[in-house]
T-cell receptor, first 112, second 113 residues
Framework: DTAVSQTPKYLVTQMGNDKSIKCEQN?????MYWYKQDSKKFLKIMFS???????INETVPNRFSPKSPDKAHLNLHINSLELGDSAVYFC???????????FGPGTRLLVL | AQSVTQLDSHVSVSEGTPVLLRCNYS??????LFWYVQHPNKGLQLLLK??????LVKGINGFEAEFKKSETSFHLTKPSAHMSDAAEYFC???????????FGPGTSLSVIP
């Protein structure tokens, strides 16, 4: 019954590795997002997808690539992980950019 | 350019006393405004939102916020704080027809027993 789910919940990995975080929503929303939250709780929007089209890319390094296989999924793939990528990554969904966003529980990434 | 300012990075109140979390925005157009709450180790949850209807908006858990266009403010209040209100609070702005949603830096609320 979880509206927005993310896997994995925790991810510990070495520098230089490639990893993916998955997000799934069962709300039927048209727009999905990825956010990065740093240790100071500052929330930065990374990407959003609307009907499988990228509509925001906030100057995120190209090591990060969102992939949307269908309307219910927006996965985040990260190449060549760096120490500074350690953060909590949140997936969210909404009917549109101006409407309420529903957040997943977060994925806590630690790069060693 | 749009922006969101949350004037206090941290607010501490005693249980049972009022809560005021301040938010100011900068926008050339009438925005949609939101307050989200994030409890420790959880995702964000909507508290309330303003979308050009009544200027006083009531949300969940006894919170409310008033949109004041002249002051470009959307402060969040609650008459009596509860221990369970301790969390991080984010003020958010989005513009009709724009492609941006802007989060404020957050205010951490502590409630002292």
């Amino acid at each position: 019954d979880t509206a927005v789910s993310q896997t994995p919940k925790y991810l510990v990995t070495q520098m230089g590795n490639d990893k993916s975080i998955k997000c799934e929503q069962n709300l039927g929303h048209d727009t999905m997002y990825w956010y990065k939250q740093d240790s100071k709780k500052f929330l930065k929007i990374m990407f959003s997808y609307n009907n499988k089209e990228l509509i925001i890319n906030e100057t995120v390094p190209n090591r990060f690539s969102p992939k949307s296989p269908d309307k219910a999924h927006l996965n985040l793939h990260i190449n060549s992980l760096e120490l500074g990528d350690s953060a909590v990554y949140f997936c969210a969904t909404s009917n549109s950019l101006q409407e309420t966003q529903y957040f997943g529980p977060g994925t806590r990434l630690l790069v060693l | 350019a749009q922006s969101v300012t949350q004037l206090d990075s941290h607010v501490s109140v005693s249980e049972g006393t009022p809560v005021l979390l301040r938010c100011n925005y900068s926008s050339s157009y009438s925005p949609s405004l939101f307050w989200y709450v994030q409890h420790p180790n959880k995702g964000l949850q909507l508290l309330l939102k303003y979308t050009s209807a009544a200027t006083l908006v009531k949300g969940i858990n006894g919170f409310e916020a008033e949109f004041k266009k002249s002051e470009t403010s959307f402060h969040l209040t609650k008459p009596s704080a509860h221990m369970s209100d301790a969390a991080e609070y984010f003020c958010v702005v989005s513009l009709p027809g724009d492609d941006k949603v802007i989060f404020g830096p957050g205010t951490s609320l502590s409630v002292i027993p």
